[in-house]
């Protein structure tokens, strides 16, 4: 894993037709897990286009960094990384986001849920759940469940803005305590 300062949450939205229409970036250092900065990308024309998650294009307090063709969005994102010397991005179910962003594909990719869905690795997960041999949930997994589990918030229900998802992403890692370097059990 890259040993750099800073590391990238990111979060994709995408069309019904598996188009991307925004990005989410939580960056952060990776002795703390809190956020130093966040961007926020939507991509156009895709974004006009029908999604499941379209009403959330735009929630309040999220300020939008680009709203721009791909080819510009993916420009700016490059830049932003390589100002914090980025080369290890983390998503949930990476292998998506990732296979989104061909253009991200050189970076070093690690999958937040490889940790979070394994009793090895997230302490927090009850003893008589129901586990494959691997270790891994068999079922509630997703970032609502998991983000429920690990904060004791019952009430919490993701948000579905790619921004708003980087950020509960990065809270997941937090809460875990788990060091970064365990996620490299989880490159992709």
């Not at 979070?116 to 609502?144: F, M």
């Amino acid at each position: 894993m890259d040993n750099g300062k800073y590391f990238a949450v990111i979060d994709t939205e995408t069309t019904y037709s598996n188009k991307l229409m925004s990005v989410g970036i939580a960056i952060s250092e990776r002795s703390s897990f809190t956020p130093s900065d966040l961007k926020y990308y939507i991509i156009t024309p895709e974004c006009n286009e029908f999604a499941m998650f379209s009403a959330q294009l735009m929630v309040r307090g999220v300020k939008v960094t680009l709203k721009d063709s791909r080819s510009k969005v993916m420009e700016d994102i490059r830049k932003v990384l390589g100002k914090y010397g980025i080369k290890s991005v983390f998503a949930y179910n990476a292998k998506f986001d990732y296979g989104m962003m061909p253009e991200l594909s050189d970076l070093e990719w690690y999958d937040i849920m490889k940790i979070a869905a394994y009793r090895q690795y997230n302490h927090s997960l009850p003893q008589d759940g129901d586990y494959c041999s691997t270790g891994k949930l068999k079922r509630n997994y997703g970032v609502e469940p998991i983000l429920r589990l690990l904060s004791g918030d019952s009430s919490y229900h993701e948000v579905h803005n790619a921004l708003c998802d980087a950020a509960d992403e990065l809270k997941i890692m937090k809460l875990l305590r788990q060091p970064i370097e365990i996620y490299d059990n989880a490159r992709i």
